[in-house]
């Protein structure tokens, strides 16, 4: 697999200098560009991005100061390795405070300048490393239709904010929600019509419950939102509020000769007043999501003991 250079760009107004510096960046494999002012490297910056720019700190016009600055505000994941003489050593720790990554004193030390950019290399493969980890570790977690926690990170989440209302004696509600004749609509319109509407509700979900609110899609046409620190009362008015929100949403914006209202049903459970642990609070929100479908779709039904006796 080819591996893409690593993009340097030299500002520095000495040629003998800069003419030194490519020879040796080029000569271990990386792709170097050049300017000879402040002015000339933040015209280039803004034309293409690098990896690291070495830059000299005096120089007429623009100085090392000014690159790093436009720099950082034009791509802030670019490294930026400050050249100084001894006498402006101090400028150097100052830039670093401005954002610069290191620097370099001159008279140059070639040894020194390949250890600072293999170091800098270094961190900037372990900076993707750790990101592209965060990346896949998320992905795990969503579903990739609709972009909500998936089935099994819902299970990881409830448990935790279980235990987590068990300790602080809090209430946790949970909201089981099933789109109605989801089946009859894929069979009349066809799974692309369907995704459409999973995204659609999805997002509803998203816009209309609370930043703290927990939301998934459990499976197939069903979704769940744990509702953390709430009783039933104001979970229900949750609930409702993205009832109204997904009947309200035409969902078919270019079919007007026919009603295409999309109608959820939702039951409700809550902890420790339904269920004591997870299975019982995800089993007892089924049974009110299945007695609010009994009774007409659209609706939502508090699961109560009264539910066992009918």
Request: hydrophobic content about 45%; charged content about 30%; proline content about 3%.
């Given at each position: 697999m080819e591996i893409n250079?690593?993009?340097?760009?030299?500002?520095?107004?000495?040629?003998?200098?800069?003419?030194?510096?490519?020879?040796?960046?080029?000569?271990?494999?990386?792709?170097?560009?050049t300017a000879s002012n402040g002015t000339d490297?933040?015209?280039?910056?803004?034309?293409?991005?690098?990896?690291?720019?070495?830059?000299?700190?005096?120089?007429p016009g623009v100085d090392g100061v000014g690159v790093l600055e436009a720099a950082k505000r034009i791509d802030s994941g670019c490294d930026v390795i400050m050249i100084t003489?001894?006498?402006?050593?101090?400028?150097?720790?100052?830039?670093?405070?401005?954002g610069a990554y290191d620097y370099i004193i001159k008279p140059f030390n070639l040894d020194h300048i390949k250890i600072i950019i293999a170091k800098t290399?270094?961190?900037?493969?372990?900076?993707?490393?750790?990101?592209?980890?965060?990346?896949?570790?998320q992905l795990s977690r969503v579903d990739g239709l609709t972009e909500l926690y998936n089935h099994r990170f819902f299970h990881q989440l409830l448990e935790s904010e279980i235990g987590r209302?068990?300790?602080y004696e809090h209430p946790l509600t949970l909201l089981m929600i099933d789109i109605d004749n989801f089946k009859k609509l894929n069979d009349s319109k066809g799974h692309q019509t369907g995704d459409i509407v999973l995204k659609g509700v999805a997002s509803i979900l998203k816009q209309t419950s609370r930043d703290c609110d927990l939301i998934a899609r459990y499976g197939g046409d069903e979704?769940?939102?744990?509702?953390?620190?709430?009783?039933k009362n104001n979970a229900a008015t949750i609930g409702n509020r993205v009832r109204e929100q997904v009947e309200s949403k035409n969902f078919f914006q270019h079919e007007t000769t026919e009603k295409n209202t999309i109608t959820i049903s939702i039951?409700?459970?809550?902890?420790?007043?339904d269920a004591i642990n997870k299975k019982e609070l995800i089993t007892k929100a089924d049974k009110a999501l299945y007695k609010a479908k009994s009774l007409?779709?659209?609706?939502?039904?508090?699961?109560?003991e009264k539910l066992e006796t009918t």
């Open positions: 250079p690593v993009k340097i760009l030299i500002v520095e107004d000495d040629e003998l200098l800069r003419s030194m510096l490519t020879n040796l960046l080029e000569t271990d494999g990386h792709e170097v560009h490297a933040i015209e280039i910056i803004e034309r293409e991005s690098f990896d690291i720019i070495i830059t000299d700190i005096v120089m003489g001894f006498a402006t050593a101090e400028s150097a720790v100052q830039s670093m405070k401005l290399l270094e961190k900037r493969k372990l900076i993707k490393k750790v990101a592209e980890g965060e990346y896949y570790k209302a068990l300790r979704f769940a939102i744990i509702i953390p620190e709430t009783d039951g409700l459970a809550a902890f420790p007043v007409g779709r659209n609706k939502i039904f508090i699961y109560s």
